[in-house]
């Protein structure tokens, strides 16, 4: 697939062309190859996310069913207290 991108910056243009000249392999090789890392990175990032979301439901979920059943266990002893 083929993307086109205009109006980048000339500085960055030219930091480009250098970089890729360093490494022997031509801008658009270079810019591929960063596009492609950034995408692994980006895919990487959104997965924890939602392991971290999830992770956070599930201690809220423990968070409350300890608290429920401390309350639970509070009345209880309440209603024997009284009997």
Same mark, same amino acid.
């Given at each position: 697939?083929?993307?086109?991108? @205009?109006?980048?910056?000339? &500085?960055? &243009?030219?930091?480009?062309? +250098?970089?890729?000249? !360093?490494?022997?392999?031509?801008?658009? !090789?270079? %810019?591929?190859? @960063? %596009? !492609?890392? *950034?995408?692994?990175? +980006?895919? @990487?990032?959104?997965?924890?996310?939602?392991?971290?979301?999830?992770?956070?439901?599930? *201690? @809220?979920?423990?968070? $409350?069913?300890?608290? +429920? $059943?401390?309350?639970?266990?509070?009345?209880?002893?309440?209603? +024997?207290?009284?009997?």
């Amino acid at each position: 697939m083929d993307i086109i991108v @205009r109006n980048i910056n000339t &500085m960055a &243009m030219r930091e480009i062309d +250098e970089i890729a000249k !360093e490494k022997k392999i031509s801008p658009q !090789e270079f %810019l591929k190859g @960063r %596009l !492609e890392k *950034s995408l692994a990175t +980006e895919k @990487r990032n959104m997965t924890r996310g939602k392991e971290k979301r999830k992770n956070n439901m599930n *201690s @809220r979920n423990f968070l $409350h069913v300890t608290m +429920e $059943h401390n309350l639970q266990k509070k009345r209880n002893a309440t209603q +024997e207290m009284k009997q």
